[in-house]
Nanobody
Framework: VQLQASGGGLVQAGGSLRLSCTLS??????????MGWFRQAPGPEREFVGA????????YYADSVKGRFTISRDNSKNTLYLQMNTLKPEDTAVYSC??????????????????????WGQGTLVTVSS
């Protein structure tokens, strides 16, 4: 399984960006995975941003992005999205997508933990200028 994130760039505060994450690999289907977005600013910690269940019925957000970011998925295209609106300088980070293999439409706190994810993309840089 490979994950490829794209869509990052430089944007002014208050602007918007949409990130995409495409899953590929032989016999791989996005519908088999709970998907998450994490970000890492300079420093050791990777921060949870949002997650979405296999069907898309359940979404989770960090308090810092709630109301501004929207996570979605198109299983037919094997693609995960993160719509980011009203961006702030503190949103500047490398954003990575991750896939968590689940047998069913999982709902629970595992989505917040980096350790629970099985596959990671390489990340895309988002820079928000003030």
């Amino acid at each position: 399984v490979q994950l490829q994130a794209s869509g990052g760039g430089l944007v002014q505060a208050g602007g918007s960006l949409r990130l995409s994450c495409t899953l590929s690999g032989r016999y791989s289907s996005l519908s088999s995975y709970t998907m998450g977005w994490f970000r890492q600013a300079p420093g050791p910690e990777r921060e949870f941003v949002g997650a979405i269940s296999r069907s898309g019925a359940t979404t989770y957000y960090a308090d810092s992005v709630k109301g501004r970011f929207t996570i979605s998925r198109d299983n037919s295209k094997n693609t995960l999205y993160l719509q980011m609106n009203t961006l702030k300088p503190e949103d500047t980070a490398v954003y990575s997508c991750a896939a968590k293999r689940d047998a069913s439409d999982y709902r629970g706190s595992d989505v917040y933990s980096t350790e629970k994810y099985d596959y990671w993309g390489q990340g895309t840089l988002v820079t928000v200028s003030s």
